[in-house]
């Protein structure tokens, strides 16, 4: 089985699209080069084999898109109950070293919509976490789950809480409010002018609100106005 769909990914690859990935993933070496939706594609055949949560557990993996499959199929995990499906997530985060595979495991995670107070404790531990990739993990889950009327207060004073030097953890943290500032622009303003961020996650975090096209121009002057 693991032979066979490491021979599948192989038979995958775009060379073209392989530079071009390592280029967005620096020191992710063993990049076979499969595009994404081709690679989310063959997934969804995978999970309809009886046996494929097999392949989730399987720890000799040898190139990123190995992991990559295995991030995607828990999301196509069906009929779980949350308090097994999240002691598989827990093992995988262990294999999370890109922001590559932690977004997009982090986004196919479709089933925390429908249990989210049970999530957001579990993500809530990784926030302590000194290790890069589990602290960014655990600002995407809030990210694509958590920016709603019930919890952005919690998220944006999550956020002035993160202290770590980690290009990813800034850059998550930037993405993160800034998606939150389209969604609920006065609460995020009235944070913004009084937080406690980094003057880099700051100001790259009015950067990304200034490019988003859901941002009025007349806003964004006034955002531009507030860099530190």
């Known amino acids: 089985m693991y032979e066979k769909i490491r021979q599948d990914l192989l038979n995958l690859q775009d060379k073209k699209y392989q530079q071009f990935h390592r280029s967005l993933c620096p020191g992710t070496n063993n990049i076979i080069g499969v595009r994404i939706p081709v690679l989310r594609a063959y997934a ?3 999970s309809k084999q009886e046996n494929f949560k097999e392949y989730i557990s399987f720890n000799e993996t040898v190139y990123y898109e190995e992991i990559m499959l295995q991030g995607m199929l828990i999301g196509f995990i069906k009929n779980a109950d949350i308090t097994e499906l999240l002691p598989i997530i827990k093992n995988f985060i262990l294999k999370i070293d890109n922001w ?19 999530v957001w404790k579990f993500i809530r531990k990784y926030l302590k976490s000194k290790k890069e990739f589990e602290l960014r993990f655990a600002i995407v889950m809030m990210l694509d789950y958590f920016i709603d ?23 998550a943290v930037a993405w993160a409010i800034s998606a939150a500032f389209v ?8 944070y913004l002018k009084k937080s406690n961020l980094d003057i880099w996650t700051y100001n790259k975090t009015l950067q990304k609100i200034t490019e988003s096209l859901r941002v009025s121009p007349k806003t964004k002057e006034i955002i531009k106005k507030m860099k530190r």
Do not use: R, W
């Open 100 to 118: 590559a595979v932690c977004d997009i495991f982090c986004s196919g995670l479709k089933t925390v919509n429908k249990n989210k107070e049970t």
């Open 149 to 171: 009327e019930k919890y952005i207060k919690d998220v944006l004073n999550i956020f002035d809480t993160v202290k770590h030097n980690g290009y990813y953890v800034k850059m």
């Open 44 to 46: 969804k055949k995978l």
């Open 183 to 190: 969604k609920f622009p006065q609460i995020t303003m009235i």
